[in-house]
Every structure is written in structure tokens, then in C-alpha cells.
């Protein structure tokens, strides 16, 4: 059974950083591309980042709206995929989901609040 | 980026009836359509992939057609778990665009 289970989401303020994990199992990790998924309080959902495999060279894509600040990686050795988030604002404040296999399974989500 | 417009928002009706959500792509999009469901509690479920193939352990009622630029997901017989929330996603380019959402509620 796949199974995706994302942690780190909290209130932060504005300017300040955060590192979200999604720990998976169920499938063979190394091969998986990985996407962050993000879902505003208006429950508009937003794709956020991408990374793909080793024989892809861990390829990575970002919305324009976090490129720059939003980095994705991956341990291959933990089956897991992250996103650090720096200069953090207010309109990043949403669940963020961890998906994979073409946005085939989801997490649950974690939630980051940025306010002051 | 590819904006997808779907329609309706809102969609009230009533147990047994059919319905149709709508999703229309600002350009050709080639079949790279999915459709999800979402309930209250925020799980996220994948019906339908490659706008028309059915997810394995989705029910048949569920079903996806379209091309280019349109696209539609119909439910033949609404049963009561399928009040939710319905989006879609297109993946032919990046970045990878979803909808607005559907909220199916009951009349």
C-alpha cells in the first residue's frame, strides 16, 4: 500500500524559513518523480514542485510563484521528498500535500500558517 | 500557463440524478487531464486519468470524455458519498494547472 505522510507545517512568521517532509512507502521510492502540492485557505489547489529521479539527474520544476525562495530534494536512502521554504509570505499560507505516480496517491497534508 | 476554467462552482442535486462537471483548457491540452475528488476531511482522490481511463477500484458510475480543449466528468447515479468536491488537473505542460473546483452538494 503507498503510503505518503507529510510533517513540519506550522505557524511561522513572514521572512522566515520552514522544511516540510513527506516520508513514503509502499512503492520503489528511487524511481518515483515527486510533486508538492499546495491548497490556499480559498481551497484552490496549486502545483508547487517537482523532482525527478537519479536517471533523470533529479531533474526540478517550480511554479513561478516559489521559484527562487522553494527548494525541493530528496534521500533516496529514506524514500523521502522535501521542500524548504525560504522568505516565507502570507500567500503561502496553505495544506501542503506530497504526490506521486502522475498525482496518483496524496498525503494528508501539513498545514503552514505564515502570519506575524 | 494554461488556465482551466470549471464549471459549475456550485452544483446542487439529488440522489440518483446524473451530473457533469466541466473543464475547459485555454489551449489543447491532449488528453493530460485528471479528475479528483476531495472530501471535507482534505483526502485527496484520484477517479479518473488521461481524461477517460477509470482509477482501479472507482466506481463505473464515474466516467471522463473530452478532447483538445474540453473536457467533462460525469457521475451516472449520484449516491451519497459522492457529495465533495471535484478538480481537475492538466499535466501537458508546465506548470501544471488545476481547476477551480466543483462543489457538488446536495439539493
Known amino acids: 500500500e503507498v503510503q505518503l505522510v507529510e510533517t513540519g507545517g506550522s505557524l511561522v512568521q513572514p521572512g522566515k524559513s520552514l522544511k516540510l517532509t513527506c516520508a513514503t512507502s509502499?512503492?520503489?521510492?528511487?524511481?518515483?518523480?515527486m510533486h508538492w502540492v499546495r491548497q490556499s485557505p480559498e481551497k484552490q489547489l496549486e502545483w508547487v514542485a517537482q523532482?525527478?529521479?537519479?536517471?533523470?539527474?533529479?531533474?526540478?520544476y517550480y511554479a513561478e510563484s516559489v521559484k527562487g525562495r522553494f527548494t525541493i530534494s530528496r534521500d533516496d536512502s529514506k524514500s523521502s521528498v522535501y521542500l524548504q521554504m525560504n522568505s516565507l509570505k502570507e500567500e503561502d499560507t496553505a495544506i501542503y500535500y506530497c504526490?506521486?505516480?502522475?498525482?496518483?496517491?496524496w498525503g494528508q497534508g501539513t498545514l503552514v500558517t505564515v502570519s506575524s | 500557463d494554461i488556465q482551466l476554467t470549471q464549471s459549475p462552482s456550485t452544483l446542487p442535486a439529488s440522489l440518483g440524478e446524473r451530473v457533469t462537471i466541466s473543464c475547459r483548457a485555454s489551449?489543447?491540452?491532449?488528453?493530460?487531464l485528471n479528475w479528483y475528488q476531495q472530501k471535507p476531511d482534505g483526502t485527496v482522490k484520484r477517479l479518473i486519468y488521461s481524461t477517460s481511463t477509470l482509477e482501479s477500484g472507482v466506481p463505473s458510475r464515474f466516467s471522463g470524455s473530452g478532447s483538445g480543449t474540453d473536457y467533462s466528468l460525469s457521475i451516472s447515479s449520484l449516491e451519497s458519498e459522492d457529495f465533495a468536491m471535484y478538480y481537475c488537473?492538466?499535466?501537458?505542460?508546465?506548470?501544471?494547472?488545476f481547476g477551480a473546483g466543483t462543489k457538488l452538494e446536495l439539493k
Open positions: 509502499g512503492f520503489t521510492f528511487s524511481n518515483a518523480w
Open positions: 489551449q489543447s491540452i491532449s488528453n493530460s
Open positions: 523532482i525527478k529521479a537519479k536517471s533523470n539527474n533529479y531533474a526540478t
Open positions: 504526490t506521486v505516480a502522475a498525482f496518483a496517491y
Open positions: 488537473l492538466q499535466y501537458a505542460t508546465y506548470p501544471y494547472t
